[in-house]
């Protein structure tokens, strides 16, 4: 990556010696590697679950499933936020089926026992019949080792695991900078699909697909000159790999290459976002990648008097740039100036390896008095009302453009890998975040995760 687009605020994370990975397709397919993955990798990761900001109050909460798991999420008298399992302790009934509410009692709805927010049990009745003593002295819900980071609920089902902040490594830095946890959910698109969760992160552990997927590319296409504000350029990009298991990529954006006329006018989207910046499109014709730059600048000029504080925080390569992440094990997020691009997978709550649950959601700064920015770097989506959740089974709606795109490709992929025929990847250098990913898997399910340090007296 040329060294005009590593601002000197960029730092790099080293790239961790890798073992190299044959990724055989019964990964995707066998229900006994599923099962070892939940027992040994799900059960022992923290994973990212709820939005603080969907719990302002004392006794709001949220509820997320992973796999066969149902997780309550509920904020404290205090302000901080614990989780628990949806899981009544007497019969086993789940407490709620609703995915948020608030509430000053969890209500079992089979025997009315009662729990409180903090997951003490308040009531229940007859409590005068059990030979082992009252209930509420001895039984509370089963909790969850539980943190907040960038306005975000994360959870841990391994009471050993080590803290989320030396889990995400460089990313806690990282994503200070954005200030995401002031950002509001402007989409939030949730579906089933018809493959393996792994699928979708190999997807989004690299960017060589997206020419030929997203730009209908050839070989012979310069990739600057796609229609696309996104440079995919192997040797312009900036791919890092921590030793906790994040990945970072980041790709050239903010400039029109591929949106010009015949005549060489900008075109939109990205006409719209000049003059959003106070800009007149027509000062770049013939000279598009102009744009970039001009961006970066107004962006810094103007963007902190307009609301945008966390412009001050940025390097210069982030006002325009793609700060594309990977999350072990399984959340992807392309990090904008202003727009952050969730994408989550997770494993189906039937068992079933072949499927998954998929979230596309998008967040956008919006300081007071300010449009939402242009959204010129993913393309336009089916924007739904703020933070409204969409659920919906594969083919009912559009995920939109981009993404369609990938879930199409998604689904023939897991069609391959149950082929005899296939013997495993082929991997270019510049999907080794894949590598990394599939090593990953393996350490934890060989029992090589990272664990908390035992005191020593």
């Not at 402007?186 to 792994?198: A, D, F, M, S």
């Not at 997206?210 to 440079?231: D, E, Q, W």
């Not at 959003?276 to 014709?285: E, L, R, T």
């Not at 990090?335 to 952050?340: L, R």
């Amino acid at each position: 990556m040329s060294e005009a687009v590593i601002s000197r605020d960029v730092a790099r994370w080293g790239i961790p010696e890798l073992r190299g990975h044959s990724i055989p397709g019964s990964r995707y397919t066998s229900k006994e590697f599923a099962e070892q993955e939940w027992e040994q990798m799900w059960t022992k990761a923290w994973l990212l679950l709820g939005r603080e900001s969907e719990l302002p109050n004392y006794g709001d909460w949220q509820m997320e499933e992973v796999g066969p798991e149902s997780i309550i999420m509920v904020r404290q008298e205090d302000g901080s936020v614990k989780a628990f399992y949806n899981v009544c302790q007497h019969r086993g009934n789940p407490l709620v089926d609703e995915e948020k509410g608030s509430a000053k009692r969890f209500v079992c709805r089979y025997h009315s026992w009662a729990f409180m927010p903090d997951g003490s049990l308040n009531f229940a009745p007859d409590r005068h019949d059990f030979p082992q003593g009252d209930p509420c002295d001895h039984v509370r819900l089963a909790e969850l080792r539980c943190d907040t980071f960038a306005g975000f609920v994360w959870v841990n089902m391994d009471p050993d695991c080590i803290s989320l902040k030396e889990y995400l490594g460089p990313i806690w830095e990282d994503w200070q900078r954005w200030e995401i946890q002031n950002w509001r959910r402007y989409v939030g698109l949730t579906t089933e699909l018809p493959c393996n969760w792994k699928v979708v992160l190999d997807n989004f552990n690299e960017s060589y697909h997206v020419p030929t997927v997203h730009l209908g590319a050839t070989i012979k296409t310069n990739r600057r000159k796609v229609f696309s504000n996104v440079n995919t350029n192997v040797d312009e990009t900036l791919f890092d790999m921590s030793e906790e298991g994040q990945n970072r990529m980041i790709m050239e954006g903010g400039y029109a290459a591929g949106q010009t006329d015949k005549m060489g006018n900008i075109m939109e989207p990205m006409a719209s976002e000049l003059r959003f910046w106070n800009m007149d499109p027509a000062d770049f014709k013939g000279r598009p990648e102009d744009t970039r730059l001009a961006l970066q600048k107004a962006k810094r000029e103007q963007g902190p008097k307009r609301g945008y504080t966390h412009y001050d925080n940025l390097p210069d390569a982030a006002l325009t740039d793609a700060f594309h992440y990977t999350l072990f094990p399984n959340f992807a997020v392309s990090v904008w100036a202003d727009g952050f691009h969730f994408l989550r997978a997770r494993p189906h709550p039937n068992g079933d390896p072949q499927q998954c649950v998929f979230d596309n959601w998008w967040y956008c700064s919006q300081p007071e008095g300010e449009k939402a920015p242009v959204s010129t770097q993913i393309g336009p989506l089916p924007r739904n009302h703020p933070d409204e959740h969409i659920k919906f089974k594969y083919g009912e709606r559009s995920m939109g453009k981009t993404i369609d795109e990938d879930m199409a490709v998604f689904i023939m992929q897991q069609r391959g890998f149950r082929s005899r025929g296939f013997k495993g990847v082929y991997l270019a250098q510049q999907e080794n975040r894949v590598s990394r990913y599939h090593e990953l898997i393996d350490d934890y399910i060989e029992g090589r995760r990272p664990l908390k340090k035992k005191k020593t007296k």
